[in-house]
């Protein structure tokens, strides 16, 4: 088993305070059967979102850097 299949199955039991009309609303959206499903299916999503937002800056960063968008010469002066 690789570490991320790994980290995938691990759980913890939290109790949480719940808006029940939006867990409602989630579960229905998502397709899920269960309030455990509708809240991990909703942290997968929210945190590959944010991994890919963070994927798309970076390579956009990478493409500057590459097409010479960042003056580093310029910033080794200011050390000086």
């Given at each position: 088993?690789d570490l991320q ?48 937002r963070r994927e798309r ?24």
């Open positions: 088993m299949s790994f980290r995938e199955g691990m759980m913890a039991k939290t109790l949480l305070d719940v808006d029940q009309d939006l867990l409602a609303e989630a579960t229905a959206a998502l397709g899920t059967a269960t309030d455990t499903d509708t809240v991990n299916t909703a942290l997968r999503l929210v945190v590959g979102q944010s991994r890919a800056a970076l390579a956009e960063l990478q493409a500057i850097a590459d097409e010479g968008g960042f003056d580093f010469e310029g910033l080794s002066k200011l050390d000086q």
